[in-house]
Nanobody, 122 residues
Framework: QVQLVESGGGLVHPGGSLRLSCAFS????????IGWFRQTPGKEREFVAMIGLGNPRTFYADSVKDRFTISRDNAKNTVFLQMNSLKPEDTAVYYC???????????????WGQGTQVTVSS
């Protein structure tokens, strides 16, 4: 069982930046993939970005490409999501989750954190 805890959310003005952290514990291996997803009320949870803990390939949703960067620190068991040039439409609860392969489908991820709120507003 892998446990995940998100942190770093908050209120930021449009154009600002935030860095989210996902601290994970429990059993992982070189095939483990950590993904970031986000959800707003009344909408489906959507894929944002993901990274492999072994092979550090990264994937991004088109809506965040060139603005968000996912990275990992395996020594600290932490995955980061650096979010720049934030827009009001980025407002959501952000979740990190674990899977054993690359997938953009939330239903394929079995372990989830509790989420952290990101609000982009002037």
């Amino acid at each position: 069982q892998v446990q995940l805890v998100e942190s770093g959310g908050g209120l930021v003005h449009p154009g600002g930046s935030l860095r989210l952290s996902c601290a994970f514990s429990g059993r992982t291996d070189s095939l483990t993939v950590i993904g970031w997803f986000r959800q707003t009320p009344g909408k489906e949870r959507e894929f944002v970005a993901m990274i492999g803990l072994g092979n550090p390939r990264t994937f991004y949703a088109d809506s965040v490409k060139d603005r968000f960067t996912i990275s990992r620190d395996n020594a600290k068991n932490t995955v980061f999501l650096q979010m720049n040039s934030l827009k009001p439409e980025d407002t959501a609860v952000y979740y990190c989750a674990r899977n054993s392969y690359y997938s953009t489908a939330p239903s394929n991820f079995g372990s989830w954190g509790q989420g952290t709120q990101v609000t982009v507003s002037s």
